[in-house]
C-alpha cells in the first residue's frame, strides 16, 4: 500500500475526509491504535502535500499519458519493446560497444589497454515472487549470468539489490540471497556486494519485496556474440528449457495441481552448463557462433523480432521442432492451461551458427547434459514476406510478438494480449515525453557545465 500514492491521489481530488481515510487504511494494515495511526496520517499527508508544492525544471517532467500498465511495460509484448527503444533514445548513443540501444541482452564496454571487454547485466526478480523470496533470488540470478553468458563472456562476479516494504519480515532477505547464493554455488561465480532498502521508507506498508541480480563478466573482443550478427545461411538451435520466474509463476498462481513438480523443474542451471560448455570447448566453438540469447522476453517469437530488427535479415522456425525445446512437465502445464509456450520465458538458450558449425555446437552441448534441438534458419529479408515467421502444418504465418507475452495467469488472461484500441495515441505521448526527458537531460547538463565556466 502506496500511502504517498493514495495521500496524492485524495489531494487532488480535494477529499475533505482524507486523512480520516488515510487513517482507516494505516489501521487495516499497520493494526495499530487509532491514535498513533491518526498522528501518522497527519505526518503523511504534510508531507505529501509539501512534495506536490514543488515546482520547477529540475522536479517536473511531461507525462505521457501511458500508464505502465495500459502501455504494456514489463509485459514482454510490442508495447514494452517500444519503450525499450525509447530508453535507448533517451539515454543516447555512448562510448560503449554495445548500450541500450542495441537492444541486446548486456553493455559492453572496451578496458584501456586489455584485449577483453567488460560485459555488465542486471535483471529484476519476477514482481509475483514476492511472497516466495528464495524463488525470486535463484531465478532473478539465473538470468543475470544467462545474459553474461549470451554475450559470449564468462561471469565473474554477482551483486543483489533487495527492497522489501516496511511490514515485511527481514527473514525475506536471507531467503532470497539464499535463492542467489545457491545459484552462485552451483554456478562457482560468487555474490560479491549489493544493497538493501525499504520500498518507499514509512511511505509504503505492506510486505511486498522486489530487486534484482547484476552480474560482470569478461570476453575476447573476437569473442563477442551480438544480436546483429546473424547472418542469411545460419541456423537456429535452441536446447530444452524448463523455465524460470515465468514458469514458476504460472504453476503458483494458475493453482496448477502439478505446481510443485513444476517448479522443481525450474530449480537447475542447465542454461549456464550449456553456455559454459561452448566457452571451455577445444575447438573454441562460442568464437564461431554469431548469436546466443536466452529465450525470455516475449519467449522465441519476441527473441525473433528483436534478432530480426538489430541483424537486418528473417528468421524461420518450424513449430514441430519448437515443442521439442518445452521440458515435458512443463509443457504438460502449458497445454492444461492453454498457455502458448512461444510468448514466454522457458529459459532456453537460442544459438544462431553456421551450418558447418551446428553438428559440433549440438554435440558439445549434449555431451554437457543437455539437449538441444535445430529449431530454424536465417534468410534474407525479402519484401512482401514476413520479417519473422513460423511453419506450422505446413503453412508459413507471421511471427511476432504481441501486445504483451503470451498470458500466463488467470489475472493476466482477464487483461488480455491485444493492444488497447489508443494505442497509437499513447505511442505519441511516449514519443514527446522521450523527447522532453532528452531536453532535460541536455539543459541540466549544460547548467552544471557552466558553473565551472
Known sequence: MDLEGYAAHLISDHEKDARIKLKEKIIEFKRIEEQEADVFAA??????????????????????????????IGSRGSGDFYVHEKIGHVIGKTT?????????????????GNPDYCVVTVDGMHSRLSAFPFLAGFHAAKAALRDIYVMGAKPAAMLSDIHVADDGDAAMIFDHLAGISAVSALSEIPLVTGSTLRIGGDMVIGERMTGCVGAVGAVHKESLTA?????????????????GGTVTTAAIYSGYEKA???????????????????LDSEEKLHTRI????????GGVRGDAYEISKEAGVRLVFEDSALIKCVDPTVSEMFEKLKIDFRGVSIDSLLVICPPDTAGEIIQTVENAGVKIYPVGRVEEKRAGVFDTALISGGAEKEFKPMFREAAYTPLKKMIGEKAP?????????IDAAADSAIEKKERIVRRIQNRKC
Open 43 to 72: 505526518a503523511v499527508l504534510k508531507e505529501t502535500e509539501a512534495a506536490l508544492a514543488v515546482k520547477g525544471d529540475i522536479f517536473e517532467y511531461k507525462k505521457s499519458g501511458a500508464s505502465m500498465g495500459k502501455f504494456g
Open 96 to 112: 560503449a560497444i554495445l548500450d541500450s540501444s542495441n537492444l541486446d541482452d548486456s553493455g559492453v564496454v572496451a578496458l584501456e
Open 227 to 243: 544480436r546483429n550478427k546473424a547472418e542469411p545461411g545460419d541456423v537456429i538451435l535452441m536446447t530444452e528449457g524448463t523455465g
Open 260 to 278: 510443485e513438480d513444476v517448479v522443481e523443474k525450474t530449480l537447475n542451471i542447465d542454461f549456464l552448463i550449456a553456455a559454459q560448455a561452448l
Open 290 to 297: 554469431h548469436v546466443m540469447t536466452d529465450v525470455t522476453n
Open 421 to 429: 484500441p489508443n494505442f497509437d495515441e499513447m505511442k505519441r505521448g
